[in-house]
């Protein structure tokens, strides 16, 4: 949203691990008026949980541990002289004791994708996976929060919307936030970015050979492992909820 008279429209994308969210974040970073930043709230995540993810020390090193200052960075007129600001958010890194206060500044969006998909996909990354981990729930409850300071539903992106048509539904992301579609958000240099976290050595690996958005995938119509899609269960009511407002492709 604009800021002090500024025109900087900077864009809260929410979304749990193992989804598209890197894809789109090379999506906005390949517009000719945008900057983004890669998951800001994870090394005070990291630092509050004591949870251990691969890269941890770098991780820590690479970003401020306070949520506060990570709200000042994100919020504050750093990014003021690009009309774009996108922020690639995780759900689970927004813990509880951080303000949402700061969200008004932002336009918020919400990309979704089906739990077990997810969950075959981080369990592949992971040798335990927890339901905090997939951050669905937390998606659900950040959703609720936007919903009752908008008044009405923020867009939802479901990821393999996306991927079918990239296009279309990129459009009316951009016509909901007040800016302009870019034929380039559809298609991107492969390669490493300055601004993907020193976390892209273990993660990124996929999304760097990528030149624009893959074909969609079915998910698993049940996963192997019982812990797994008892996970998958209980996931699915806050998936099914927020994916009733999705937005369409377009034919």
């Known amino acids: 949203m604009s800021r002090n008279g500024s025109e900087c429209t900077r864009i ?15 999506s906005f970073e390949n517009r000719s008026d945008t900057i983004v930043v890669d ?4 090394a005070y995540y990291l630092a509050r949980t004591g949870i251990m993810h691969p890269m941890n020390e770098e991780i820590l090193a690479s970003q401020s541990n306070d949520w506060q200052q ?12 690009s009309p774009v600001f996108y922020q ?17 500044e932002c336009f918020s969006a919400f990309l979704i994708r089906d739990p077990r998909a997810i969950i075959a996909s981080y369990s ?3 040798d335990s996976v927890t339901l905090e981990d997939i951050g669905i729930i937390q998606q659900a409850e950040i959703f609720d929060y936007v919903c009752d300071q908008l008044g009405e539903a923020p867009p939802v992106l479901e990821a393999n919307d996306v991927l079918a048509n990239p296009e279309s539904v990129l459009s009316q992301l951009c016509e909901k936030a007040g800016i302009s579609f870019q034929d380039a958000m559809v298609q991107w240099p492969k390669g490493r970015r300055e601004s993907d976290g020193v976390w892209a050595d273990h993660w990124y690996h996929s999304v760097e050979g990528s030149t624009g958005f893959s074909a969609p995938r079915a998910a698993p119509t049940k996963l192997e492992e019982s812990d797994l899609e008892k996970l998958a269960e209980l996931s699915w009511p806050a998936y099914e909820r927020m994916a009733k407002y999705r937005l369409r492709p377009e034919a």
Not at 72 to 79: A, M, S
Not at 88 to 104: A, I, N, P, S, Y
């Open 70 to 81: 990570v709200v000042k960075e994100i919020t504050g007129p750093t990014f003021e002289d």
């Open 39 to 42: 998951e800001p709230f994870y």
């Open 12 to 26: 809260a994308m929410w979304s749990g691990p193992r989804n598209i969210s890197t894809a789109m974040m090379r």
């Open 88 to 104: 690639k958010q995780m759900t689970h890194h927004l813990l509880e004791e951080v303000d949402r206060g700061w969200m008004k």
């Open 124 to 126: 592949a990354k992971r």
